[in-house]
């Protein structure tokens, strides 16, 4: 192994640094309480979304003592941030009103229409469609805009302050799995995918043959266990839509949906979705009876602020990440890579694994199935989960949604993909 720098390491001692940081977010929420005079640094200090960009501050502030400003400046403009990019853009406009009212509008009708000849309540059929098919949609529009739908819909209509906080966690659990394996039916939406589908040549028909039937099998029994073991709490919290809401016209829903696909097909090119987005403000503002009060700009910019942390810190963990996963039999590269998506994030492993020259095909399916089996456990696992917390954190106790009891709920669904990937 090739010499480790002192930024290397320094980065490395930082981004542990920062995942205990994340497992005690919930904690500095509760010492805001304790302590009012500071409750708003508690505050930030318990921000999830705040934590890899503030370890990322001070590793860019080290590096500017250590390198000096040039070398700084030069390495971080090597740092690709297209990513962060995207999410904040797609995020934003996956929630605009005229794009969620549609989505659910959607689902709805479809579950009345299965519920007609079923003996199934329409509320639970709509929780277990909202699970196992909204996350479906992300291998079309891409893994976060399925996440900003679905947590959306879950916030709107079923995570009521009245809701037992175990029904919450399993809902969340199940949500984050979902979307981290609903999203890798194309190559082009799951971000552990998109690291590598140009370097293995992955395509459509293989992405369908290779990983189509574990999909649709995971999500579907994910969905249904959580939908039966909490039916009658689902069927009881579950709230009708706003119905004072001006109705929106067609053309309207047609214009954002337009952009919302032409933010996820010029996804690698921030030059063209980023002056979109400025377009697609100007649109909305011209129409605000037809948007919500806000655009979800703060959040949206909170979760890329985090990937944007995670990016910076994720990329100074090459000189350990990669030797410790190339020199592994398949099988082995399978658990080891689930045991260390939650603590890394999936689509940088996938990245740096992708690097490893002489790869069979055994040996990429395992990593790549390891690394979205393993995606729903942290808030740091999969790029999709900051967006999910930052919409359903305020659903939770303190508004804090706790690392412990995501990885928890999300235990049993990741074990039963496991299973199903495995096989």
Same mark, same amino acid.
């Given at each position: 192994m090739a010499s480790v720098s002192v930024i290397e390491i320094i980065g490395t001692v930082l981004f542990a640094l920062a995942v205990a940081h994340t497992f005690a977010s919930s904690y500095f929420a509760h010492l805001s309480h304790r302590f009012p005079a500071h409750a708003g640094l508690c505050h930030l200090l318990g921000e999830v979304e705040v934590v890899f960009g503030l370890w990322a501050g001070v590793l860019i502030s080290f590096m500017f003592a250590y390198m000096g400003r040039?070398?700084?400046l030069q390495h971080i403009g090597q740092v690709r941030f297209t990513e962060p990019m995207f999410?904040?853009?797609?995020?934003?406009?996956?929630?605009?009103?005229?794009?969620?009212?549609?989505?659910?509008?959607?689902?709805?009708?479809?579950?009345?229409?299965?519920?007609?000849?079923?003996p199934v309540r329409e509320p639970l059929l709509l929780y277990f469609l909202t699970l196992a098919v909204i996350p479906l949609f992300g291998s079309l529009i891409t893994e976060p805009a399925a996440m900003t739908l679905a947590a959306l819909m879950l916030r709107d209509t079923f995570l009521s302050p009245t809701m037992?906080?175990?029904?919450?966690?399993?809902?969340?659990?199940?949500?984050?799995?979902?979307?981290?394996?609903? *999203?890798?039916?194309?190559?082009?939406a799951a971000p552990a995918v998109l690291m590598v589908a140009e370097a293995w040549n992955w395509d459509l028909p293989f992405m369908l043959t290779t990983?189509?039937?574990?999909?649709?099998?995971?999500?579907?029994?994910?969905?249904?266990?959580?939908?039966?073991?909490?039916?009658?709490?689902?069927?009881?919290?579950?709230?009708?839509?706003?119905?004072?809401?001006?109705?929106?016209?067609?053309?309207?829903? *047609?214009?954002?949906?337009?952009?919302?696909?032409?933010?996820?097909?010029?996804?690698?090119?921030?030059?063209?979705?980023?002056?979109?987005l400025l377009i697609f403000l100007g649109l909305a503002a011209a129409y605000p009876q037809f948007q919500n009060k806000t655009?979800?700009?703060?959040?949206?910019?909170?979760?890329?602020?985090?990937l944007g942390g995670l990016v910076v810190l994720g990329g100074v963990q090459v000189w350990w990440l990669q030797p410790a996963l190339s020199g592994m039999s398949p099988e082995l590269v399978y658990w080891g890579t689930m045991v260390l998506t939650p603590f890394v994030d999936n689509a940088a492993i996938t990245y740096l694994v992708s690097l490893v020259q002489g790869t069979d095909a055994a040996f990429r399916y395992s990593v790549v199935s390891g690394a979205i089996v393993g995606g729903g456990l942290t808030v740091i696992a999969n790029s999709p989960n900051p967006a999910g917390i930052t919409i359903l954190k305020g659903c939770f106790e303190d508004s804090s949604v706790s690392p412990l009891g995501l990885f928890l709920a999300a235990a049993g669904p990741t074990a039963v993909a496991a299973l199903v990937f495995y096989i």
């Open positions: 040039a070398d700084t999410i904040f853009v797609v995020m934003v406009i996956a929630a605009s009103r005229p794009i969620t009212s549609s989505v659910r509008d959607a689902v709805r009708f479809l579950a009345r229409w299965i519920a007609k000849p079923f037992p906080q175990k029904v919450k966690y399993a809902t969340l659990g199940a949500l984050f799995v979902n979307i981290s394996i609903g *999203g890798v039916l194309t190559p082009y990983f189509g039937w574990r999909v649709l099998l995971v999500v579907a029994i994910n969905a249904l266990v959580v939908s039966y073991l909490f039916r009658e709490i689902i069927v009881k919290e579950a709230r009708e839509p706003d119905t004072g809401e001006e109705p929106i016209p067609l053309f309207v829903r *047609g214009i954002h949906f337009l952009f919302l696909a032409g933010v996820v097909y010029f996804a690698h090119y921030p030059e063209i979705f980023i002056p979109m655009m979800m700009l703060r959040e949206s910019m909170m979760v890329a602020f985090f």
